[in-house]
Antibody
Framework: EVQLVESGGGLVQPGGSLRLSCAAS????????MHWVRQAPGQGLVWVSR????????AYVDSVEGRFTVSRDNAKSTLYLEMNSLRAEDTAVYYC?????????????WGEGTMVTVSS | DIVMTQSPDSLAVSLGERATINCKSS????????????LAWYQQKPGQPPKLLIY???TRKPGVPDRFSGSGSGTDFTLTISSLQAEDVAVYYC?????????FGQGTKLEIK
């Protein structure tokens, strides 16, 4: 079964750090670009970051640029999001999503998400 | 950045009736080199992650019921549910995947009238 499972969320104080993981299974992880998307409570979807298949190309939404770092370990089929200098406005469910490699480029598989709460 | 604007914000439709959701982008999503519109539609039910319904503006993902259809090109797009079923209650999002930051529309909440 094709699956993405996020972990690493939790409660962190403003200014703190957290590292999210996304474990992939059921497909060739190294063949897909991957994304992080977040959703604040009761709000819409916001794209956060993406990384290409070999990890050499990365992009971020302006609001996290310089604070968040995306990475991947293809040997472990795992995607990461290192989050530093966290702010209250980073509070959200964080989803990892797979970019379809068969031609559509849309986000065809999503994990269930992990909740990050930034609060004192 | 490309701004994605959906309308309406919420919609109530009777079971068996047609539901139509619009999405407008601030920049054309039609890439000339492959003549495709880089526009996707997602469905999100409460407590669940988003689910891809439509890509390339009008191509239904395998397994998605054929009552869901997408249309449009350039900057104006539409998601249509031809005959609303109870299980279609959800929030629907359009998304451009033409260029980062791959913006989503604000979402349209679809309910039963």
């Amino acid at each position: 079964e094709v699956q993405l499972v996020e972990s690493g969320g939790g409660l962190v104080q403003p200014g703190g750090s957290l590292r999210l993981s996304c474990a992939a299974s059921g497909f060739t992880f190294s063949g897909h670009w991957m994304h992080w998307v977040r959703q604040a409570p009761g709000q819409g979807l916001v794209w956060v970051s993406r990384i290409n298949d070999d990890g050499t190309g990365k992009a971020y939404v302006d609001s996290v640029e310089g604070r968040f770092t995306v990475s991947r370990d293809n040997a472990k089929s795992t995607l990461y999001l290192e989050m530093n200098s966290l702010r209250a406005e980073d509070t959200a469910v964080y989803y990892c999503a797979r970019r379809d490699a068969s031609g559509s480029y849309a986000f065809d598989i999503w994990g269930e998400g992990t909740m990050v709460t930034v609060s004192s | 950045d490309i701004v994605m604007t959906q309308s309406p914000d919420s919609l109530a439709v009777s079971l068996g009736e047609r539901a139509t959701i619009n999405c407008k982008s601030s920049h054309s999503l039609l890439l000339g080199s492959d003549n495709e519109n880089y526009l996707a539609w997602y469905q999100q039910k409460p407590g669940q992650p988003p689910k891809l319904l439509i890509y390339w503006a009008s191509t239904r993902k395998p397994g998605v019921p054929d009552r869901f259809s997408g249309s449009g090109s350039g900057t104006d797009f539409t998601l249509t549910i031809s005959s609303l079923q109870a299980e279609d209650v959800a929030v629907y999002y359009c998304q451009e995947y033409y260029n980062t930051p791959y913006n989503f529309g604000q979402g349209t909440k679809l309910e039963i009238k």
